[in-house]
């Protein structure tokens, strides 16, 4: 009986989704529907879903409320089937497999995470996975709005069949990750971790991203830069192909700079209530990491106002960039720059990022203790990370060997140590090792619950941090920014 719930579960929360979604796909493709000028208005769809959907399973956490799960699980099937078909129709607009660039990724990524949480809920029978698995979709999708979906030309590296074998093994493997990084965590946080021990760690992003993001320009001027776009391309200041022309954000880069400030005197608290235990320092960190969240949030939506507004964008110009810039140039070009997000797409996600992990601490400092009964035994979490991780080993096994047969077709050599593929590797270690030191050595609860989260920070840093920090042959997959120089 319990497995044919389960079975028409499945069927009602994925497969119909995905079954609506391929119909839809298929009418379009038929031309029985109007065709889609672009898939951005099915994206933004989604990810209001997925918002909904962690709402209510946040919510659920703290309300045991059955209608409640019931909301997060359906409004998360919608926001899959969405995906799905936003996903689809990038492909019939651009004319190709759509896992080429960031953008095409991210959707795909999105998907493969909110399929994960729909599989992980429904088979253990434990909601709460939701709470923590959809704002990751959220983000990637945020992610993948914020850099822009313009098309282009494929590459002739990227002409290979094996091009959409490996990426979807990637983003299905990435996906299920995310799941086992979720019931780690919050395994850690069940076996009386303390949460200010997490937050040292967990503020140590939104400081690093104010204090690195724009050049450090946020700390030493209070002021955000982004880079400007012509045409859909950066344009070019030096050959080395190192700067780019940017614009300041008005008003944007103070309230960021409070938010360092903010996020440093959090860390410090945390660290002094930690070697000295009094009560009191706990309160004080808890109360600044809710302001901290008030002023990132604040940031990041004057940010996009900002973005949106139109602008005399010559007059924002960075001073320091100005005086090297031929008058004549700005007189033939400057009423065509762009002041757009997708100029510093990695830098503005990593701000929403600070702000969504700035979030999970004021969440879950709130009511700590009922949170903590909310959530199932050590056992249950233990094992549901177990069952994540032997899911997704596989798919990052394959994705390995998929991308080395790639990469001989593509290059003559089946591993060359580029950036890309040694992260792959040392991602799939991670899990490698989860799996040896369980089955071999009997890990199990903590030490286990600390490899699967680092293994989900370098499935992110393989994702984003090699292909934007690390040059190599996989830069290609930053997506069509291009250089215009300046001459």
Same mark, same amino acid.
């Given at each position: 009986?319990? %497995?044919?719930?389960?079975? %028409? ?7 119909? +989704? ?47 409320? *059955? ?59 434990? +909601? ?51 799941? /086992?990084?979720? &019931? ?9 971790? %303390? ?21 450090? /320009? ?31 954000? +008005? ?54 106002? !900002?973005?949106? @507004? +139109? ?9 320091? !960039? ?19 997000? !997708? ?18 601490? *004021? ?11 909310? $959530?199932? /035994? ?18 990052? &096994? ?14 003559? @050599? ?13 991602? #799939? ?5 989860? $799996?040896? &030191? %369980?089955? &071999?050595?009997? #890990?199990?609860? @903590?030490? /286990? ?34 250089? #215009?120089?300046?001459?």
């Amino acid at each position: 009986m319990v %497995r044919e719930e389960w079975s %028409r579960a499945l069927l009602l929360h994925l497969l119909v +989704p995905l079954g609506a979604a391929g119909v839809f796909l298929l009418l379009q493709w038929r031309a029985v529907l109007a065709p889609l000028e672009s898939e951005t208005p099915l994206v933004v769809l989604a990810l209001i879903h997925y918002i909904g959907a962690a709402v209510f399973h946040l919510t659920h956490l703290y309300q045991r409320e *059955a209608l409640l799960e019931r909301l997060g699980l359906w409004v998360t099937a919608a926001g899959f089937g969405l995906n799905v078909a936003a996903w689809g129709a990038r492909g019939l607009i651009v004319g190709y497999y759509p896992l080429s660039n960031l953008y095409d990724t991210a959707l795909f990524f999105a998907l493969a995470t909110a399929a994960a949480s729909l599989i992980a809920t429904l088979s253990s029978r434990q +909601p709460f996975i939701g709470a923590l698995v959809m704002p990751v979709a959220v983000l990637l999708l945020v992610l993948g709005l914020l850099y822009g979906n313009e098309a282009q030309d494929l590459p002739p590296v990227l002409v290979s069949y094996w091009r959409p074998i490996h990426v979807t093994l990637a983003m299905a493997g990435y996906g299920v990750c995310a799941v /086992s990084f979720v &019931t780690a965590l919050l395994y850690l946080l069940k076996d009386r971790v %303390r949460l200010e021990v997490i937050a040292l760690f967990v503020l140590v992003l939104p400081v690093l991203t104010y204090a690195v993001i724009s050049g450090g /320009s946020i700390l030493t001027q209070g002021v955000f830069f982004v880079k400007l776009l012509m045409d859909g391309q950066r344009i070019l200041l030096d050959p080395e192909n190192q700067e780019f022309l940017r614009a300041s954000v +008005p008003q944007v880069g103070i309230l960021f700079r409070g938010a360092f400030v903010g996020s440093v005197f959090a860390l410090i608290i945390f660290a002094l209530y930690l070697l000295t235990a009094r009560p009191f320092l706990r309160a004080i960190g808890h109360w600044a990491t809710r302001l901290v969240l008030f002023v990132q949030g604040a940031g990041a939506f004057w940010l996009l106002v !900002q973005l949106r @507004r +139109p602008h005399d964008v010559v007059a924002l110009l960075d001073p320091a !960039q100005r005086s090297g810039i031929p008058e004549a140039w700005l007189q033939q070009f400057g009423g065509r720059l762009e002041l757009r997000a !997708q100029g510093s797409a990695i830098e503005i996600a990593a701000i929403f990022a600070a702000v969504a992990l700035t979030g999970f601490l *004021a969440l879950f400092g709130w009511k700590w203790k009922r949170l903590l009964e909310a $959530l199932p /035994s050590l056992e249950v979490l233990d094992r549901l990370t177990y069952r994540a991780v032997t899911l997704a080993f596989p798919l990052l &096994t394959l994705m390995v060997i998929t991308g080395a047969i790639w990469a001989n077709e593509s290059w003559g @050599r089946y591993w060359g140590w580029d950036p890309k593929e040694t992260w792959a590797l040392i991602t #799939w270690l991670f899990y490698a090792t989860f $799996l040896h &030191t %369980r089955l &071999t050595h009997g #890990w199990k609860g @903590r030490r /286990s619950a600390v490899l699967a989260v680092l293994g989900f920070v370098a499935v992110m840093f393989t994702y984003l941090g090699v292909s934007f920090l690390l040059p190599g042959l996989h830069s290609y997959a930053r997506g069509p920014l291009r250089s #215009w120089p300046i001459g």
